[in-house]
């Protein structure tokens, strides 16, 4: 499968973004898709994941509350909807995927394919 990310930009604070993860090459069944972000000079951190077949789903104690991740399953896409914004959500947002047990889903180092990277930036 090859990831595209997308939806990224420049959002004040308060403000709403949604990204995109497109999965092409072959369906998602069977796997958890994750978001984690990378801040500069930070280590990659998870942000959330969704298990496609079931739909179980995680957030970081950051998000919880502000993000939703959500799953279409004719476009084989999942979204990240993020409300209320702040400065320090400021980063870039990858998705990846990975078959590894639930318990793991908070370590990007398991995870098998990444996206591009799309870049969100919270400032007024």
């Known amino acids: 499968v090859q990831l595209q990310a997308s939806g990224g930009g420049l959002v004040q604070p308060g403000g709403s973004l949604r990204l995109s993860c497109a999965g092409s090459g072959r369906a998602f069944g069977g796997y958890i898709v994750g978001w984690f972000r990378q801040a500069p000079g930070k280590e990659r951190e998870f942000v959330s994941a969704i298990r496609w077949s079931g739909g179980t789903i995680r957030y970081a104690d950051s998000v919880k509350g502000r993000f939703t991740i959500s799953k279409d399953i004719a476009k084989n896409t999942v979204f990240l909807q993020m409300n209320s914004l702040k400065p320090e959500d400021t980063a870039v947002y990858y998705c990846?995927?990975?078959?590894?047990?639930?318990?793991?889903?908070?370590?990007?180092?398991?995870?098998?394919?990444w996206g591009q990277g799309t870049q969100v930036t919270v400032s007024s």
């Open positions: 990846g995927t990975t078959r590894i047990v639930w318990s793991e889903i908070g370590n990007h180092n398991r995870y098998d394919v």
